[in-house]
């Protein structure tokens, strides 16, 4: 399915990127906002921006849209990665200023009524899409709900992973996640900080079980698999207030591929690459700050 849109929205630099790293490429990833409390990022390719799940209140959608300077009207589509409230329960506001496709696997509308009322149109986890100038190939991940997927966005040599909510990576997601100029992948909980946290048994056993959510050492070894020489951007996604600390998965990441940390705080880290080579670096998205990945 392609959809023909008008030009792409305007453009800003990553925080903390070197000049190294600042190269006209054909994706970017914009993150409005990661977590229990809410989810919605957005890639920008040549037609536009393609929306991935939206979480929010629509007033803060926009408010993180203007934030980082994105126009809602070049919101081109919209994808969900599965049905759980903090990935879709802004979008019947959403789709009353919104005409453009909406997507999803199989299964997945029905999973909420206000859904189902929507003019979906639905693939089998595994299908490969055309939409707004960028093929999006989509797998299955492993999440406590009806066909779950993660997506690879490619347009002219460029590409972006994106996988959160799973509790395991199948092979498929391994392969498209594998050598993404940007990354971004689910870094949930810090196991010990789970197991001693306050949460009750069961939940902690779901969480932590293949169909809950990926833990920093689930992160970081699959990291250390996925990276190469073209990654210049590894996102950690959905960090647990309560079992998790952005530090924490930055640390791991870190640790998974020798990159060193930014400052004491752990904030951020970099992997330093000789002479030309684009640097790698890693940050956590969080829930109420949005920022861009160019």
């Not at 299908?127 to 993660?150: C, K, M, Q, W, Y």
């Amino acid at each position: 399915m392609t959809h023909s849109t008008s030009a792409s929205p305007a453009e800003q630099r990553t925080p903390g990127a070197d000049a190294k790293s600042e190269r006209r490429h054909a994706l970017h990833l914009h993150i409005l906002g990661s977590g229990s409390r809410g989810n919605c990022a957005l890639v920008e390719g040549p037609e536009g921006l393609i929306m991935i799940d939206n979480g929010f209140a629509r007033c803060k959608v926009l408010d993180r849209m203007h934030e980082l300077g994105l126009d809602e009207r070049d919101v081109r589509a919209l994808i969900l990665t599965h049905e759980h409230t903090d990935h879709v329960s802004g979008i019947s506001v959403w789709v009353k200023i919104f005409n453009g496709p909406l997507f999803a696997s199989e299964g997945t509308v029905d999973g909420r009524k206000y859904l189902s009322c929507l003019d979906f149109d639905t693939f089998t986890p595994g299908d490969a899409l055309e939409v707004a100038g960028v093929r999006i190939e989509t797998f299955p991940t492993s999440h406590d709900v009806v066909n779950p997927v993660g997506f690879r966005f490619s347009c002219a040599g460029d590409a972006i992973g994106y996988a959160t909510d799973t509790g395991m990576l199948p092979p498929r997601a391994m392969e498209l996640l594998a050598d993404a100029r940007i990354l971004a992948l689910e870094s949930n909980h810090d196991t010990q900080m789970l197991r001693c946290g306050p949460y009750p048994r069961h939940l902690q056993d779901r969480i932590a079980s293949d169909r809950g959510h990926l833990s920093n050492a689930q992160a970081a070894e699959a990291l250390s698999a996925l990276a190469s020489e073209r990654t210049e951007h590894v996102v950690a996604m959905h960090i647990s207030q309560e079992n998790n600390r952005p530090s924490l998965a930055v640390r791991a990441l870190a640790a998974a591929i020798g990159a060193e940390l930014d400052n004491e705080l752990g904030s951020s880290a970099t992997l330093g690459r000789p002479g030309d080579a684009a640097d790698l670096h890693i940050r956590p998205a969080g829930q109420n700050r949005p920022f861009s990945v160019l």
